[in-house]
Every structure is written in C-alpha cells, then in structure tokens.
C-alpha cells in the first residue's frame, strides 16, 4: 500500500503556513463520517461511541440504547475493530483520514480565491469546530460538501443537523449520485483496472447498507444507489445482465437493505463464478469497510465458496479525477447561491 507525505493524524488539522484570508471570503467544507485517531481500543472506543450514539444512526431511545452501547456493543466491538484498524493504517493515519485530506488538497487549487478544508463528522477534525472556525476566520459562506455521493437521512442529514446549527451563511450539498464527472470518474476507474488485469465474470456494485425500515419511511438512499448503479453501467455500455447492486455492512439483527454483499458473493461462488470484480461508489474514498471487509473478507468467503478471485477496484480517493469532479460542483453549487439564500 502506498505511503502518503502527510503529517500524523494527531497534527493540527490546520496548516500553519497557510495564511487565513484576512478579508471576507468563501469556504467549502469537505466533511466524511469520521475515524480513530489511533489504531487502539481506547481511539476506537471514543469513535465509536460517538458515532453510534447519534440518533439519526441508532434512532432507538437514549435510555434505552446507552446501556447496550456502553455495556455490550463497545466491550465487544472495540478490540476486534482495533485490530482491523491496525491492518489497514496508513503512515498519515487511518486511509479514510489521509485520502479525505488529500482530496481536499487536490481540490483547492482547482477553486481559486476559495478556502478549501476538511472534517469529519465524528471524531477529528470536528465539522462544528471547523465550521466555527472558518466562520471566525472571516468565512462569509461555507458550503459543505459531505462525501456521501448518496443521500440518507443516516448520513447527510446528520451534517445537516450541525450545519444547521451553525446558523446563516453555511449550506449542504445534498447528493452528488448523478454527477456526470463524478460517474463518468467511477466508469474509468472501471475501466482502468480491465485494462491493467482484464474483466472478471460480474460486475459487483457494493454500496454501504442501511435498515430496510428507514427507506420504507421515505429514505431515498436506495433509490439514488440504484440510479448512480445504472448511469455508471451506462456510462460503461453494460447491459443489467451483467452487473449486480448488493448491500454490505449491516449491524445488528433487523432487516437491512437486501441483497446482501456477502451472501451474493457466497452464491456466485457456490454457482461457479470464479472471477469477480467489486467496486464501490457509495464510499467516496477507501476505508474500513472496503480494504479490509470487501477486499479482504469478502474475497476470502467467495474462494471459501469456489471463487478464484475477487478484485476490489479502489475509490476515488484524492485522485485528480474526483478533484476535479468534486471542485466542479462545489464551484457550481457556489454560483448558485445567490445573496440572502
């Protein structure tokens, strides 16, 4: 795995040698779910319980949920997820950190006159400490851009709920799951990785899951991991018969949005598929749940099946493509808002 220039992930989100604008100026926020500071149980334990005691993840009552959390979910996550994390970190901290750093960095100079940072939703750097920041730095708008290309009320609209917070002069992209640079980015990735080791027998679109009962409330997520699925067949001329839309991740012992990834790849294995091709579009840069669940569990259940091979094709992560699509719209989304708005 390549190892970026990138201070720690302890450092200060902050570049000191960048200077802060002194007069009124525009912002865009680019803002992921969040990471471990660290590889160990007690950063792990810290995300985590920040993360899940957010009620647009687990919407069951606190009183109820709390003691689950501290008492059974965390004692018996915590060191097993540690040890993942250990697996995949990166010189500059966990992937999803270095790379929604990078992309950021990539982006800037493609947005001239325009400030360009990063935060997490959960952990470090805090998207309400950044946006308080950047507001007491002379932002006079900041438009944050979550990169969660699909919508969901689990995701985006937790960044909303802090932005909205934040009061006047911040504003959230939605989605991007139509983007046409962001899908035709997606496409050549694709196309790139046939290219360098040839096509395996499916095509595999993996997108992260969520409780099937939240998208009967009216969620559009799935929807929206439908439509992104499609354009980017389209955008790579294959026809619905060869490729498939699974979802993975799912936590605890509801019904989440089917069908699921691991099971999927168990029956392509136990029907004699023998290579397989994964990509991801619902993450906008690697992580957990696609370095070590997808490219490595997943591919070690599907030759457990009588697979041969499965490849994960990377996201987009800081390359210049995603730059560039990403920079695009928020130039766009940032000629559009016109004053008072």
């Known amino acids: 795995m390549p190892q970026p220039v990138h201070p720690p992930a302890t450092a200060n989100p902050i570049d000191p040698a960048r200077s802060t604008p002194a007069a009124a100026h525009d912002a865009v926020l680019v803002v992921n779910l969040g990471t471990p500071d660290a590889p160990t149980p007690e950063a792990v334990r810290r995300y985590l319980r920040e993360f899940l005691s957010d009620r647009r993840v687990v919407s069951l009552p606190p009183l109820l949920w709390q003691p689950i959390l501290r008492l059974a979910v965390l004692p018996l996550r915590v060191k097993r997820v540690a040890g993942l994390y250990r697996g995949i970190w990166m010189e500059g901290g966990s992937p999803l950190l270095v790379y929604t750093r990078g992309l950021a960095e990539a982006m800037a100079p493609l947005l001239p006159g325009v400030r360009v940072e990063h935060a997490m939703r959960y952990g470090r750097p805090g998207l309400a400490q950044a946006l308080a920041r950047l507001r007491a730095e002379g932002a006079r708008r900041i438009l944050v851009l979550p990169l969660y290309p699909q919508y969901s009320t689990t995701t985006t609209a937790s960044v909303d709920d802090v932005a909205r917070r934040a009061g006047d002069g911040v504003r959230v992209v939605q989605d991007y799951h139509l983007e046409p640079?962001?899908?035709?980015?997606?496409?050549?990735?694709?196309?790139?990785?046939?290219?360098?080791?040839?096509?395996?027998?499916?095509?595999?679109?993996?997108?992260?899951?969520?409780?099937?009962?939240?998208?009967?409330?009216?969620?559009?997520?799935?929807?929206?991991?439908?439509?992104?699925?499609?354009?980017?067949?389209?955008?790579?001329?294959?026809?619905?018969?060869?490729?498939?839309?699974?979802?993975?991740?799912?936590?605890?012992?509801?019904?989440?949005?089917?069908?699921?990834?691991?099971?999927?790849?168990?029956?392509?294995?136990?029907?004699?598929?023998?290579?397989?091709?994964?990509?991801?579009?619902?993450?906008?840069?690697?992580?957990?749940?696609?370095?070590?669940?997808?490219?490595?569990?997943?591919?070690?259940?599907?030759?457990?099946?009588?697979?041969?091979?499965?490849?994960?094709?990377?996201?987009?992560?800081?390359?210049?493509?995603?730059?560039?699509?990403?920079?695009?719209?928020?130039?766009?989304?940032?000629?559009?808002?016109?004053?008072?708005?």
């Not at 992560?317 to 559009?336: C, I, M, W, Y």
């Open 181 to 341: 640079a962001w899908v035709a980015a997606v496409a050549d990735s694709i196309r790139a990785a046939w290219a360098e080791g040839g096509r395996g027998e499916r095509l595999l679109f993996s997108f992260h899951g969520i409780p099937q009962r939240v998208v009967d409330a009216g969620d559009p997520y799935q929807r929206q991991c439908r439509a992104s699925t499609d354009a980017i067949a389209r955008a790579l001329g294959l026809g619905a018969d060869e490729i498939l839309m699974t979802f993975q991740s799912r936590f605890g012992k509801e019904r989440w949005l089917q069908p699921y990834t691991d099971a999927t790849l168990r029956a392509l294995g136990d029907q004699g598929v023998k290579r397989v091709d994964v990509v991801c579009p619902g993450f906008a840069v690697d992580c957990l749940e696609t370095l070590e669940e997808i490219a490595l569990q997943n591919a070690e259940l599907f030759r457990e099946h009588g697979g041969q091979s499965l490849r994960y094709i990377p996201c987009l992560n800081d390359g210049p493509a995603h730059a560039r699509a990403l920079a695009a719209l928020a130039s766009r989304e940032l000629a559009a808002w016109a004053p008072g708005r």
